[in-house]
């Protein structure tokens, strides 16, 4: 696990640093992904949780699922192009589990990858800590809105 701003990241995952979305490989070539603790600390309580329909395109840069938090309201945006296979349909009576669980039961959407190579651009979890700091570092963060 590395460790950033006192939240442990698996080393199993890749990691979308502009968008701060999590994506997990799963034995059949879905994809979970979910926001990661730092995305939901940025967004206060989280109140609302909309997904995409199951069976839908999703596009590179574009939202696969929309979030209200206490301070913020915006996008969880796909690193890649695919389908939406599914969602988390427990977030949608219970948001607060993107705060509390980030990598566990606060998972967001099952996407399948139009393409294998998906994970081009994206963190590794073991290159997690550097890739973090330097993010920060950068001020990329702060041109985001939504």
Request: charged letters at 25%; hydrophobic letters at 45%.
């Amino acid at each position: 696990m590395a460790k950033v701003l006192d939240a442990d990241y698996p080393d199993d995952l890749f990691y979308d640093m502009e968008n701060q979305i999590w994506y997990a490989p799963e034995a059949d070539g879905a994809v979970r992904a979910g926001f990661t603790p730092w995305a939901t600390a940025l967004m206060g309580d989280v109140l609302v949780f909309t997904p995409k329909r199951t069976g839908q395109a999703v596009e590179k840069d574009r939202w696969f699922a929309m979030v209200e938090g206490g301070k913020w309201v915006g996008a969880a945006r796909a690193a890649f192009d695919g389908i939406m296979l599914g969602h988390n349909a427990e977030l949608v009576e219970h948001p607060e589990l993107l705060s509390t669980d980030a990598f566990g039961a606060g998972w967001m959407a099952r996407l399948r990858p139009d393409r294998d190579d998906w994970r081009d651009g994206l963190v590794t979890g073991v290159a997690i800590t550097a890739a973090f700091d330097a993010w920060l570092l950068g001020g990329a963060y702060k041109t985001r809105t939504s």
